[in-house]
C-alpha cells in the first residue's frame, strides 16, 4: 500500500483527523496531505453501493486521484529523496561501472546491464532516500533473480 494509499484510509477512518498530525504521522507533505483529504472527503459522499453512480462518474474520480503529478512527486522524495542528488549518485556510479567494464574488456548481456543498472538504481535510491522502504530491497532481488534464473535456463 503507497503512503497516499494509506493516507487515503486513515481519513476514510479519521475524518476530522488535523492535517498537519496526519502529515508528521506518515511523514508526508502537507499540500498532498490537503489532497488526500479533499478526496477522502468527495469519496465518503459517494452513494452506497447499492446505488452506484455511473461508471463515467467514477472513471472520472479515479483519474484525478491518480494523475495529482506534484503529489506523486511529493510522495516519491520521501522514499527516494531530491531527484536532482539521486540522479547525480546513480549516474557516477553507472559511469564508474562502464569505465571498470571496459577498462577490463567485460562484455554483459543486455539483461545483465540492465540488471545491474537497475540494481545501482535501487541502491541510489536506498541511499539518498529512505533506507526502510522495503520494495527498493525486493527490486534488488528481484534483478539479481532474474539474471541467475536466465544462467540456470529459466527465462522470464
Known amino acids: 500500500m503507497t503512503k497516499t494509499e494509506k493516507i487515503f484510509a486513515y481519513y476514510m477512518k479519521n475524518p476530522n483527523a488535523q492535517a498537519k498530525m496526519v502529515a508528521t504521522r506518515f511523514k508526508a507533505a502537507l499540500p498532498m496531505v490537503y489532497k ?6 468527495l469519496e ?6 447499492l446505488d452506484t453512480p ?11 486521484r491518480s494523475t ?5 512527486i511529493d510522495m516519491r522524495g520521501l522514499d527516494y529523496g531530491k531527484f536532482k542528488d539521486g540522479a547525480a ?6 559511469r564508474q561501472m562502464a569505465e ?6 567485460k562484455l554483459f548481456a543486455d539483461d545483465q546491464w540492465e540488471a545491474l543498472e537497475m540494481i545501482v538504481h535501487k541502491i541510489g535510491r536506498i541511499v539518498n532516500g529512505n533506507p526502510d522502504a522495503v520494495d ?4 534488488i532481488a528481484g534483478y539479481a533473480k ?7 535456463g529459466i527465462e522470464r
Open 36 to 41: 488526500v483529504r479533499k478526496q477522502a472527503q
Open 136 to 139: 527498493h530491497w525486493i527490486d
Open 68 to 72: 495529482d503529478v506534484d503529489c506523486v
Open 54 to 64: 455511473p461508471l463515467t462518474s467514477w472513471k472520472k474520480k479515479e483519474v484525478e
Open 89 to 94: 549518485l546513480m549516474q557516477g556510479i553507472k
Open 100 to 105: 571498470h567494464a571496459q577498462k577490463h574488456d
Open 146 to 152: 532474474l539474471i541467475s534464473d536466465r544462467l540456470e
Open 44 to 49: 465518503a459522499e459517494l452513494p452506497n453501493p
